[in-house]
């Protein structure tokens, strides 16, 4: 039997023969413990891992790059690499122990740098110190690690009360993520984020309104586009409100509600609403009670178009629905002059309308009974300077009798041509008139006048010849001269009896004279007139003798 060599690493127990462990076999063990739990502490400390996928990673740079909540760090970037299809970025952030809480399904990433919004600039600070990653955490936890960084941060903060809803628009606006939510010139939110449905190509928008004025949104609010710009063409002329260069630039949306229509109760977060293109729209689309018409129109339909209004004697009772208004089963052949069918519908819910509870049929009866005593539609010009137009409702008390009709299963409204068409009709009448006339005598008769005018022109241009051949003459030309002498003359002659002069004094002498002669010649002609035979018999001396009577 061969002799083995010691081993420094086991002995054999004298008492049981078995091997036992030397402490040396202590010291790796208590190294490979300690590198697990170095192992096991790196992980737990090192907190979750979220993978982000961008379109661009403009700004962003492994190591450098940090993810903020608040402004303070919660994380860093430690990879930027390509997306396996090449279609964007695939950036990996290392969060920071104890941060598992803030990720959940509804957290949020956006780049933070320069923007222009319209709340001004933003990110200038971010001009020196580089781009960074802001995150919005999520109200509640859950193990989501993979999210989409968006374009633009939420206009709202986290933690902000109020009430999420959204919108849905079919027509075309240019608004977009950040546009104020206004109400009475108040910003009460803000646009969070816009989605388009292919589908049923529609815009839907998320909207934030913030406490208190959340609870001003019921379920019967409406909301329509906001304009800076309002104007209204009334009976006082034109109306141009313009509002402030923010609000002219920014646009956005504002709401409220319609007159005589009670609040109702508040909506909780997600409740849909109808976006409309203005608020006479969102006014309009409250009347859903209709009861349609088709009017047939002989006059050109030009600045007619649907949700035109119509009226009967300026009160607004219903709308335009569709022009043309063409339908397979329409048997329009039966009808002369080719009319032009138009839909129109009366809205008894309006309140210009004091017979709201009548039925739909109680309705037709009626419109019947006023067809018979005149009713009739025409179109009529709404706008001179659009060119708009709309129906008129009045009543003709001279119309025709018409005989009630349908176009397929709609009625006919009595229509009567426009006012235009009638003034038209009347001139195309006078112009007839006119064409009937025999002009040829009265021509003839104004050729003749010509002709005798032309007759007496000529003697009047002779006479004027003469005339001027007589201004010629010199005679003629001395006359004004001739004439200033002799006025000279009578002027020196009126100087000589002017008060003060010799002729004057020699005047009032000669008159003197002539007083005092008649004063003489007074008691000559007193006598003369009481008795005219003195002058033969000389002046009586006593009474006249009176004759004796017949004895």
């Known amino acids: 039997m061969s002799d083995n060599p010691p081993d420094d690493t086991a002995e054999l127990s004298d008492d049981t023969g078995r091997w036992r462990i030397s402490p040396v076999w202590l010291i790796p063990l208590a190294a490979l413990l300690i590198g697990a739990w170095l192992v096991y502490d790196n992980f737990a400390s090192r907190g979750p891992t979220v993978v982000l996928h961008a379109d661009t990673a403009e700004g962003i740079e492994a190591g450098h790059t940090d993810l903020k909540v608040r ?3 919660v994380g860093h970037v430690t990879q930027v690499e390509l997306a396996d299809d090449y279609q964007g970025a695939v950036i990996t952030v290392q969060m920071n122990p104890e941060t598992t809480d803030l990720l959940g399904d509804h957290a949020k990433f956006w780049v933070v740098k320069p923007r222009v919004g319209p709340e001004g600039v933003t990110g200038l600070n971010t001009i020196l110190s580089g781009a960074y990653l802001e995150m919005r955490p ?19 903060p986290s933690n902000q009360p109020g009430v999420t809803i959204k919108l849905v628009n079919s027509g075309d606006n240019t608004l977009s993520v950040g546009d104020p939510i206004v109400y009475q010139g108040q910003n009460v939110g803000r646009i969070e984020d816009s989605q388009f449905s292919v589908d049923k190509r529609q815009t839907i928008y998320t909207i934030f309104v913030r406490e208190p004025f959340s609870r001003l949104i019921t379920a019967s609010t409406q ?28 646009g ?9 229509v009670a609040a109702g109760q508040t909506v909780a977060d997600g409740h849909q609403f109808e976006l409309y293109e203005t608020r006479n729209a969102a006014v309009q689309d409250r009347f859903d009670r209709k009861i349609e018409y088709v009017v047939l129109l002989n006059d050109s339909v030009r600045g007619l178009s649907a949700g035109a209004p119509v009226e009967y004697r300026g009160l607004r009772v219903g709308t335009v629905e569709e022009v043309p208004f063409y339908r397979d089963n329409f048997k329009l052949d039966g009808f002369a002059d080719f009319k032009i069918p138009v839909l129109i519908a009366i809205e008894p819910q309006r309140p210009s309308l004091a017979w709201a509870h009548w039925s739909d049929e109680e309705w037709r009866m009626h419109n019947r009974r006023f067809f018979k005593h005149g009713l009739r539609a025409t179109i009529k010009s709404s706008n001179l300077l659009t060119g708009s137009m709309m129906i008129e409702l009045n009543f003709d008390h001279h119309a025709d009798e018409v005989t009630l009709q349908k176009v397929g299963q709609y009625p006919v409204f009595p229509s009567k041509p426009s006012q235009i068409t009638s003034i038209q009709q009347q001139l195309s009448n006078l112009m007839d008139k006119l064409n009937d006339l025999d002009v040829a005598p009265i021509v003839n008769q104004l050729k003749d006048t010509v002709n005798t005018t032309n007759d007496t022109l000529e003697q009047l241009r002779q006479s004027t010849h003469h005339v001027n051949d007589l201004l010629g003459q010199r005679s003629t030309q001395e006359l004004p001269e001739e004439i200033n002498q002799t006025l000279e003359r009578l002027q020196g002659t009126l100087d000589n009896f002017q008060q003060g002069s010799r002729g004057y004094q020699q005047l009032n002498h000669t008159l003197d004279k002539l007083n005092q002669v008649l004063d003489d010649a007074a008691p000559l002609t007193r006598t003369l007139r009481d008795h005219p035979n003195s002058l033969i018999f000389g002046r009586p001396e006593g009474e006249d003798p009176v004759p004796k009577a017949h004895q």
């Open 71 to 73: 402004s303070v760090t």
């Open 138 to 156: 999520a109200k509640t936890g859950s193990d989501k690690r993979r999210f989409k960084i968006q374009d633009n941060p939420p206009p709202t």
């Open 223 to 250: 909301f329509w586009l906001r304009s800076g710009v309002d104007f209204k063409l009334g009976s006082d002329g034109l109306d141009v409100r313009l509002g402030s260069l923010q609000s002219v630039l920014a």
């Open 252 to 260: 956005g949306i504002t709401f409220g509600l319609a007159d005589d």
